[in-house]
């Protein structure tokens, strides 16, 4: 097993970034032994990873980052770097490696007090690794000042530095920013290769592989939440309920407060288990004694985590309401796919009783009417308008049609 072999669907991207892989750790070797650098190297020293949603943008470029600093002997034997199992690999992939430093939106933007370290770091030399690398999880949610600093780190790297940035699309990257990264997209992967995934790596039925393959249309992801949390199928099963319970104006109201509170259970869930791995972690680096007591001058640091955890909740708990939207979509979709009479497989087999039912009594303007709507709700918490109100407003709109 390598370090692409999680990349579900994106083969073309595989091959190209362990093609780089060899090339840099080609650059490596010959400054080691002070011989001149290969020509025509496939290696640079910023990329840019973009794709929808679930597509494995992260996944690509924390596989790439682990095979740039892969110590494994036999990586000059023909396989290339990227073992995925030598320290060097097993390190970058678990996010305990010195020299691969990863920056995620805490909040709604990466702020440019978030990115001050991080750049500073990254004109330094690596401290054990073969390479700094830098990945920048959320790279449409620098703000201005965050991105103008990346922008300069990226314009006069240091030599053994590579910034791996990850986005939706080009667009959602400052046109400075990517014009000096090489460009990689990757596309969703198929829902057969999704669940192949799940029923190979995860060891999941194959029936329940299949269904949240299906239901989160190749998100991997989501895909692999879906198949594994009962409580996330549950909260998904509330979810596609809705449409058929805003038939007057108090089903509304009682729909809309059920959905976000759905949503901000997901969302508390998530960052409880996020939280306390984090906590554990940072607590095991500062010398935690036994029974949890810390030594002396650790106290900011900590607080510190906390109020990064505080600003992060918000964020989750925004993006667990987007996710219940996406899967309401999805549904009617799939109500517009039964209208139209189109032979394509439908994403919500467990509904399929509702699909049809609403597709019976509706018409297919109505339909896209009501996607319009959810998207009017997602573009209004995107304003920060008060998550309840959008979505009364979203639901008062579902049931007009």
């Keep these: 097993m390598t370090v692409w072999d999680d ?41 840019l ?9 992260t996944q690509a470029a924390r596989a790439f980052a682990a095979a740039l600093q892969c110590v494994s002997p036999d990586r000059a034997l023909g396989g290339g770097p990227g073992c995925g199992f030598c320290d060097g690999c097993h390190t970058a992939l678990v996010g305990t490696h010195a020299d691969v430093t990863t920056v995620a939106a805490v909040g709604t933007q990466i702020l440019a007090d978030d990115m001050r370290d991080t750049v500073r770091k990254s004109f330094t030399s690596p401290a054990n690794g073969r390479w700094q690398v ?44 990517r014009s000096r990264c090489r460009h990689l997209n990757l596309s969703t992967p198929s829902v057969a290769a999704v669940a192949d995934m799940l029923v190979r790596r995860d060891g999941i039925e194959p029936a329940i592989a299949d269904a949240a393959a299906r239901a989160t249309q190749g998100h991997v992801d989501r895909a692999r939440r ?60 500062l010398g935690a004694a036994q029974g949890g007591r810390m030594p002396r001058g650790t106290a900011g640091v900590m607080k510190e985590l906390e109020d990064k955890q505080k600003r992060r909740r918000t964020r989750t708990q925004r993006d667990s309401l987007d996710q219940a939207l996406t899967d309401l979509t999805g549904f009617y979709r799939d109500v517009l796919a039964l209208q139209l009479g189109s032979r394509t497989a439908l994403a919500n087999t467990d509904a399929e009783d509702a699909l049809e039912r609403l597709a019976r009594g509706g018409t297919p303007e109505a339909t896209l009417r009501r996607i319009e709507a959810i998207a009017a709700c997602r573009t209004a918490l995107d304003r920060n308008v008060a998550p309840l109100l959008a979505v009364e407003a ?3 709109a579902l049931r007009a049609g």
């Design 226 to 285: 879906l198949a594994t949390d009962e409580r996330a199928r549950e909260r998904r099963a509330t979810v596609l309920k809705l449409p058929l319970r805003v038939d007057d104006i108090g089903g509304c109201l009682r729909a809309a407060q059920e959905l976000v509170d759905a949503a901000t259970e997901d969302s508390k869930q998530l960052a409880e288990e996020l939280d306390a791995k984090e906590t554990e972690e940072l607590k095991a680096a």
């Design 134 to 177: 830098i990945l920048v999880e959320d790279a449409e949610r620098l703000n201005e000042k965050s991105a103008n600093a990346v922008l300069k780190a990226v314009e006069e790297p240091a030599p053994r530095t590579v910034w791996l940035l990850c986005a939706p699309s080009l667009e959602d990257v400052l046109p400075t920013i």
């Design 7 to 47: 990349l579900v669907g994106q083969a073309k991207v595989s091959e190209q970034l362990a093609a780089a892989a060899r090339d840099a750790d080609a650059l490596v070797t010959a400054a080691a032994a002070d011989a001149a650098p290969p020509e025509a190297s496939k290696m640079t020293h910023a990329w």
């Design 394 to 396: 979203m639901t008062m």
């Design 49 to 57: 990873f973009t794709g929808p949603p679930g597509a494995g943008r």
